[in-house]
């Protein structure tokens, strides 16, 4: 999918997994945001929103922090829910780190609707 563009085909049963996870986790924690990321194994990491007085992290950094000390070398996916339009600029960093450019990132509402995919890579 391009970015920008409404998701209208329903998303792959394992992309509408950790869509689902993140926004557990927003509405668990109560943050502002929720994020998942899948690995190359298959194995989901799940983070909300890092708001300490010394680290603040985003949900999706924190996510693929997670992913990298639990000894992922990769990924196949990422998705946030958040109120923003998009995902921010460290956020698909952090992805396309671990993932590379092409890394599928998922931008859902708080009610889970994704408004867009847009490669890790893209500005």
Do not use: F, W
């Amino acid at each position: 999918m391009l970015a920008g563009m409404t998701d209208a085909a329903p998303l792959d049963p394992e992309d509408r997994k950790i869509v689902t996870l993140a926004r557990s986790a927003r509405a668990r924690n109560g943050v502002p945001e929720g994020a998942a990321v899948r690995d190359e194994t298959g194995r989901t990491y799940v983070a909300g929103t890092v708001a300490l007085e010394s680290l603040k992290l985003s949900a999706l950094q924190t996510a693929v922090a997670m992913a990298v000390a639990s000894g992922a070398t990769s990924l196949e996916a990422a998705a946030v829910v958040t109120e923003a339009e998009g995902a921010g600029d460290a956020d698909r960093a952090a992805v396309r780190d671990l993932g590379g450019p092409a890394t599928p990132v998922l931008v859902a509402g708080l009610d889970g609707t994704v408004h867009t995919t847009v490669p890790a890579g893209e500005a």
